[in-house]
């Protein structure tokens, strides 16, 4: 069985930053494009960036410069380090993954094979 699980989450203030992890387990492929996702209540989920198993990132242009990507090199866990947080940066973040084994340039929630249950990021003074 597929398991993502993410953590990290909490309350921040504005301009602070937090580190989300998504621990994977049980994925049987090699190939993968792994990604954190946000969604508001009442909004649509949407895609923050991506990665491949061949290391390449997609980052959404929102949140280009300060949000970064990455994995460990057992490849088990994602990482997305955001800085310079926004209030607009507020929602509940989700790891997803692809087994298609790439990131299309428009990847979106519906490319996603598996989710994990989120983490509520919250950023407010």
């Known amino acids: 069985e597929v398991q993502l699980v993410e953590s990290g989450g909490g309350l921040v203030q504005p301009g602070g930053s937090l580190r989300l992890s998504c621990a994977v387990s049980?994925?049987?492929?090699?190939?993968?494009?792994m990604g954190w996702f946000r969604q508001n209540a009442g909004e649509p989920r949407e895609a923050v960036a991506a990665i491949d198993s061949d290391g390449t990132t997609i980052v959404s242009n929102s949140v280009k410069g300060r949000f970064s990507i990455s994995q460990d090199n057992a490849k088990s866990t994602l990482f997305l380090q955001m800085n310079s947080l926004k209030p607009e940066d507020t929602a509940k973040y989700y790891c997803g993954i692809d087994k298609k084994g790439y990131c299309d340039a428009d990847v979106g929630p519906n490319d996603m094979d598996y989710w994990g249950k989120g983490t509520l990021v919250t950023v407010s003074s």
């Open positions: 049980g994925y049987p492929y090699r190939s993968y494009c």
